[in-house]
């Protein structure tokens, strides 16, 4: 199995801690991820360190607090198919966070450096709308949760895409692997990625231009990608909608990229 593909983890996967992506187990130096499956009752709590965190609750309610601050129960969606946009907390580094599950809740733990530039604090869903974006079968939706255009966050760059069964997304193939800025930042990435109905799969390949990376995974519900370089476009197959959340962070928090010369004809015309 592919290195960059990661599975959920533990007994069955299903329930508790089912994923724990750090920047030493993932092999580079920004992005972390951890997902949670909590049934009702069950609580969790984390100290931040030097990391901030960003904690979406993707799906079902939790009571969530930060540091010394109660925010109460959040969160509404109890499908994440149902593409309201997500309850999300930003939580500053030199804190700690817990959440309590009052329904069956699937909570994720979005981490990068902290530099001290917010406060803890509710993000969303206010602020937060769905955009659609591409043309034909290049359309998805998304849901910009705490992309730059949003100042709530030091590193972190987090939002979630739903792409209708048979459709690409992160398409046409682009990269962000080089610090040279206004050009292209460097951000490392992973998805999280949910299919409807859940027994389906997708398509997920990343690969570098001059082949030193090439892999083309098949992901099923709750697997996570790791997008360290490279193009990463993902596909969803006839009969299944997919969904993912994405983390992406580096040394800038700005997203530029650039897409593969051989395929960003297919952008140019549709945005022509």
């Not at 030199?94 to 979005?110: R, Y």
């Not at 995974?217 to 009969?239: I, K, N, Q």
Request: proline fraction near 8%; include cysteine; glycine fraction near 12%.
């Amino acid at each position: 199995m592919s290195q960059l593909l990661r599975k959920p983890t533990g007994t069955t996967g299903t329930t508790g801690k089912v994923h724990d992506i750090t920047p030493e187990t993932a092999g580079w130096g920004y992005v972390g991820f951890g997902l949670y499956r909590l049934t009702p009752g069950e609580t969790v709590a984390e100290p931040t360190g030097d990391r901030e965190v960003i904690l979406v609750l993707v799906e079902g309610k939790a009571e969530i607090g930060a540091g010394d601050r109660s925010f109460g129960e959040l969160g509404d969606r109890m499908n994440v198919f149902d593409r309201t946009p997500p309850h999300a907390v930003y939580v500053p580094g030199g804190s700690d966070w817990s959440a309590s599950a009052t329904t069956a809740c699937t909570l994720a733990v979005c981490t990068a450096p902290a530099k001290g530039g917010h406060p803890a604090q509710v993000i969303g869903p206010a602020g937060i709308a769905l955009e659609p974006r591409g043309k034909g079968a290049n359309t998805r939706h998304i849901h910009n949760i705490a992309m730059e255009g949003r100042d709530v966050a030091d590193s972190l760059l987090v939002t979630e895409v739903f792409t209708p069964q048979g459709n690409w997304s992160s398409y046409p193939p682009h990269r962000h692997d080089e610090d040279d800025y206004p050009n292209m930042t460097y951000l490392e990435e992973t998805y999280y990625h949910r299919l409807n109905p859940a027994q389906g799969f997708g398509v997920q390949r990343v690969w570098t231009e001059d082949g030193t990376l090439d892999e083309t995974m098949a992901v099923s519900d709750h697997d996570v990608v790791l997008v360290p370089r490279g193009h990463h476009p993902c596909g969803a197959p006839y009969g299944y909608e997919m969904y993912y959340l994405n983390v992406m962070a580096g040394p800038l928090r700005k997203w530029r990229f650039r897409n593969h010369p051989d395929h960003d004809w297919i952008f140019q015309r549709d945005s022509a």
